[in-house]
């Protein structure tokens, strides 16, 4: 069967500080990657998604970046991190389809101080 | 702008009553539209998915309805359960690569 794992689950990290996040799948070739952020209280916005080995897709301009050096490696980084940055990270995963629902990671709950 | 609204105010209801939830869209013509729970601290989990062409999609005790001319769509929890207490999440499938973008939920409250 298909996991998704996901880590650190907490992470408190002062601002200007480094951050790498990462995510990995098993059981599942060639899928469809993802990396949301939800703010306390909000919806969940996309910030990445990679169809691909090497291939990343920004939807929003941030402090992060993505990358994906393996089939079912997702990595989530930032050189300096800002106070904004704080929020729950989630990863998650789909087959390449349209019509099949999304698999999330446990969340990573990040907080900048 | 794309945008999806779903109730930010918490439903609260009664053991064993249906709840309905509502999620409405606009700018948007989805093909599919998608529902998801969510508990405190927990990445979301995939409930059903409908298509533009179906009306309505049934599990368990679970109904979805998919209304594309009012750009709306309601999940139903028949017989509601104290464990069905989460925030339940509308998602649209939103240009490729089955990118979803999702409403900011709705907290369901059931009481014993």
């Known amino acids: 069967s298909q996991t998704i794992h996901q880590w650190p689950a907490t992470l408190v990290q002062p601002v200007g500080s480094p951050l790498s996040l990462e995510c990995t799948v098993e059981g599942t070739s060639n899928p469809n990657l993802y990396w949301y952020r939800q703010a306390a209280g909000r919806g969940l916005q996309l910030l990445f998604y990679s169809v691909g080995i090497g291939q990343i897709s920004s939807e929003v301009p941030q402090n992060l970046s993505a990358s994906r050096p393996q089939d079912r490696q997702f990595i989530l980084s930032s050189k300096k991190l800002l106070l904004s940055d704080s929020g729950f990270y989630l990863c998650a995963w789909s087959v390449r389809r349209v019509n099949y629902g999304y698999t999330f990671g446990s969340g990573t709950r990040l907080t900048v101080v | 702008s794309q945008k999806i609204e779903q109730n930010s105010e918490a439903l609260n209801i009664q053991e064993g009553k249906t709840a309905t939830l509502t999620c409405n869209y606009t700018n948007y013509s989805p093909a599919y539209l998608q529902w998801y729970r969510q508990d405190p601290g927990r990445g979301p989990v995939f409930l059903l998915l409908i298509r533009e062409n179906e009306k309505e999609k049934r599990k368990e005790r679970l109904k979805v309805t998919f209304d594309t001319t009012l750009k709306q769509s309601l999940f139903h929890i028949t017989a509601s359960q104290p464990a069905d207490s989460a925030t339940y999440l509308c998602?649209?499938?939103?240009?490729?690569?089955?990118?979803?973008?999702f409403g900011a939920g709705t907290r369901l409250a059931v009481h014993p």
């Open positions: 998602a649209l499938v939103s240009g490729g690569y089955n990118k979803l973008i």
